[in-house]
């Protein structure tokens, strides 16, 4: 299992999934600013998760030997205009990253490195939930958002969320 490809997409994906959390971070920012305690609770459990993908990442790859380079994680640079758009933004979000665990499985399938597609199998159907989570609370606050009591509500829900740890054990 010692494809520089793989072993390049695999040191990679553990920037991007750093990103991903100071992304989530940048949005729970936003919804403090905006008194919606609640959407900013969702976003901090949502960055708690993306940082605990990296370090699987990381273990992985220290686990078979591969070397695990740290390089620079870029500074989320979104401007909200309002509470729908760091939603949508999440969104699209996920989708790249759904492509980029697919780039690695698809490089790993090519040289036959079963070891990291049974790896990257848990980040897969991670990333369908993912995806459906997002889009879920887009279709919500389409509901409600427009609505005062309602966005309140639903501002309680989101702060209900608690940190799980991820289940993949390496």
Do not use: C
Not at 52 to 69: C, I, P, R
Not at 138 to 145: H, P, S, V
Not at 152 to 169: F, H, I, N
């Amino acid at each position: 299992m010692d494809n520089e490809k793989v072993s390049s997409l695999l040191n990679d994906q553990v920037r991007k999934e750093f990103y991903s959390s100071y992304l989530y971070l940048d949005m729970s920012n936003y919804y403090t600013e905006q008194g919606l305690d609640g959407f900013a609770n969702w976003f901090k459990v949502q960055a708690q998760e993306e940082r605990d993908h990296a370090m699987l990442f990381m273990q992985y790859m220290q686990n078979n030997n591969l070397k695990v380079t740290l390089k620079a994680i870029d500074s989320p640079v979104n401007e909200y205009t309002s509470a729908m758009e760091p939603l949508k933004s999440s969104l699209e979000h996920e989708q790249s990253v759904t492509d980029f665990i697919h780039t690695i499985y698809d490089a790993a399938f090519t040289v036959k490195d079963f070891r990291t597609m049974q790896f990257l199998d848990w980040f897969v159907k991670e990333q369908g939930e993912e995806e459906k989570k997002a889009t879920d609370l887009i279709k919500k606050m389409e509901l409600y958002g427009n609505d005062s009591k309602s966005l309140y509500m639903l501002d309680q829900e989101l702060g209900s969320r608690v940190y799980m740890a991820p289940t993949l054990v390496l």
